[in-house]
C-alpha cells in the first residue's frame, strides 16, 4: 500500500475514534455507489452526519479541511440521499462535516472539525 494511502487510512481510523469520543454513532464506513464514496456516514444526537476526512503529513497544500471544495459539498449532499435511499432510513437534519487530520513529526495528529459545511 502506498504511504498515502496508508496515512489517509489510518487518518479516518483518528477520526471515526474521535467522533465516538464525542458522542456519535458510527453508522457506515467508506460507503461507495456510482457517485462516489462517503467517509463516515454517523449520527450526532439526532442528526444524520456525513463527514468527510482529509488527512495530511504536512501543511505544503494548505490546511486539510480546505481540500474540501463547493463542489464536494455538493457530491457529499448528494451521496448523503443516496445513503438514506439505499438504506431506507429517514433523518430530520442531515448535515455535512469535514474532519482535518494533519499528523506531526511524532504521528500524532491534530483534529480540526468542520461541522456544517455543506
Known amino acids: 500500500m502506498r504511504a498515502k494511502d496508508e496515512l489517509g487510512r489510518t487518518g479516518e481510523q483518528v477520526a471515526a475514534a474521535y467522533?465516538?469520543?464525542a458522542g456519535?454513532?458510527?453508522?457506515?464506513?467508506?460507503?461507495?455507489?456510482?457517485?462516489?464514496?462517503i467517509d463516515i456516514v454517523?449520527?450526532?444526537r439526532r442528526v444524520l452526519v456525513?463527514?468527510?476526512v482529509k488527512t495530511r503529513a504536512g501543511?505544503?497544500?494548505g490546511p486539510p479541511t480546505a481540500a474540501v471544495s463547493r463542489s464536494k459539498q455538493v457530491?457529499?449532499?448528494r451521496l448523503a440521499l443516496?445513503?438514506?435511499?439505499?438504506?431506507?432510513?429517514?433523518?430530520?437534519?442531515v448535515r455535512i462535516d469535514v474532519i482535518g487530520l494533519l499528523r506531526d513529526h511524532t504521528g500524532?495528529?491534530?483534529?480540526?472539525?468542520?461541522?456544517?459545511?455543506?
Open 59 to 61: 501543511e505544503g497544500f
Open 50 to 52: 456525513v463527514c468527510e
Open 24 to 37: 456519535f454513532r458510527i453508522l457506515d464506513r467508506n460507503w461507495r455507489c456510482a457517485d462516489g464514496e
Open 82 to 93: 443516496r445513503w438514506l435511499s439505499a438504506h431506507g432510513v429517514l433523518f430530520d437534519e
Open 75 to 77: 457530491r457529499l449532499r
Open 19 to 21: 467522533l465516538k469520543r
Open 108 to 118: 500524532c495528529f491534530a483534529i480540526e472539525h468542520v461541522r456544517g459545511v455543506g
Open 42 to 44: 454517523a449520527v450526532d
